[in-house]
């Protein structure tokens, strides 16, 4: 797993998105549920489905970010919730690193690089020693 300071997840019932990134470098990695529910879009919420997803994917996806010291969670639905709410229970040091939980429809790879770097520009840019 890569080594950056930083992670941003994009998760929903389908698929985890996840990417490390420095001021340098950006590191994209996804992640597929072995049993994805199917959801329905509804004008009034998102409904079918039972909404939980299998706790082997929110594992995987737990290993790919266990590295990082500041981490968004992002998604259009309920998974970032349930996400952050298994790392609360299962890796509550991990959870401690969790910065925000943020919806974020279906945003393309470089916007969601864009929306982490700019959550994460307060206080968290290397400074120079003089």
Not at 36 to 63: M, N
Request: charged residues 25%; hydrophobic residues 45%.
């Amino acid at each position: 797993m890569p080594a950056n300071y930083h992670a941003i997840v994009w998760i929903d019932h389908r698929e985890a998105r996840i990417f490390h990134f420095s001021l340098a470098d950006v590191n994209r990695i996804v992640i597929h549920p072995h049993r994805p529910s199917r959801r329905v879009q509804h004008e009034a919420g998102a409904i079918g489905g039972d909404g939980l997803l299998d706790e082997d994917f929110f594992e995987r996806v737990t290993a790919m970010i266990a590295g990082a010291k500041a981490i968004l969670i992002t998604g259009p639905l309920s998974a970032k919730s349930e996400l952050a709410a298994h790392l609360s229970r299962r890796h509550p040091d991990l959870a401690l690193c969790v910065k925000g939980v943020e919806t974020i429809n279906h945003p393309s790879d470089g916007a969601l690089v864009a929306v982490a770097r700019l959550h994460f520009k307060a206080g968290d840019r290397p400074r120079s020693h003089i």
